[in-house]
């Protein structure tokens, strides 16, 4: 049963403010207010001063597959060097970036910070790579997909209360997670925060696997200048600060691609935002309004993420690693199948429940990278 949140609680001492009377302060009409939140599955009581979407970060923040994010690949692996992201700093960055979208916008902080914390827990090792390896070892048995995956941890697998199982997260914040499970949902009937969440995201990883490529020396500054979004972002750092070169005129790039891409969506979301006076939170997520970056700059993000597509995430040296990686994954997922004896004791009872395949891929996919290495070392490397 879900229930409301009807009120405030007590106030535990004079003065303090309590997050839903920060609420009426801060936030526009259209944001998600958590007085209208249709709440938890399992019922539980208000905290005095954390509001419900602060309780639900919070909870993602401290759940064990939140911490798995530090050792999982974003897009490039521990042995290419120590410079660039894992999937934990991503998840980080799209908070920051997210907030900051959001805190101009009058949303609802606590709520994007929650979706956004939440958006990647679900990553297998590997990144993509091993989400590919995964769905292809569960075709038959539904298949493998990372955003559902997320709900199951938070649902499921997660044990962190003796009341209930999984993190017993608001309705609103599994809703956000559920609505990118099915691109074809994304964008229709979504709340403002989430939307945010999906916009922080690009802006992120356009910009973030830019500066990780160059760093790594996959892919010359250069030749990242053939895209209009870099060259422009180049012109606009040389306008600023004059003739800068190595790594400083390459994260200063960076720099500039990360705030020029959250003016534009700023700019075109907010002033049509405006025009629109939404009442409530419903009235504009049942709405064709969107935000997201404006026609010119959705074009080129566009040609960025082609060119990254093409020249990095398909270079040479990712693509060996991502092969020794889904092989391995491959053979564990084979070889925990043969001796399901050699899972954890709550996964080989879940396969009465689930089938011993997804019992097994959802043990699989809840590995870091070097965890996954480990065991494949251990078990299936003869
Ligand atoms: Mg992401």
Known sequence: MT????????????????ALEREEVLLAPYAMYSRDSAGRKYQEQEHPYRGPFQRDRDRVIHSAAYRRLSDKTQVFTGEMGDYHRTRLTHTMEVASIARTIGRALRLNEDLIEALALLHDIGH?????AGEDAL???LADFGGFSHNQYALCLVEELEERYHQFPGLNLSQEVLDGQESRVDKTKVGTG???????VDVADSV???SHDTDDAVQLGLVPLDALMETSLVREAERRVTDRCGQLSGDLLR????HELIDWQV???????GTSLDRRSFTSAREASASDYRIGPGPELAEQKAELEAFLYEQVYHHPEL?????????????MFVGYGHRPELLPSRFYARIGQTGQERSVGDYLAGMTDRYCQQQYQRFFSG
């Not at 990686?325 to 491959?330: D, E, G, I, N, V």
């Open 124 to 128: 297998p090792p590997f990144g993509h």
């Open 3 to 18: 229930e409301r949140i009807k009120s405030d609680k007590k106030k535990v001492w004079p003065g303090l403010q309590t």
């Open 251 to 254: 994260k200063s790039v960076v």
């Open 319 to 331: 693509v060996r690693v991502r092969r020794v990686a889904q092989k391995q994954l491959r053979q």
């Open 190 to 196: 979504r709340l403002l925060e989430a939307q945010v």
């Open 204 to 206: 992120t990883y356009d």
């Open 135 to 137: 769905d292809e070892c």
């Open 263 to 269: 003016s534009e969506v700023l700019a075109a979301s």
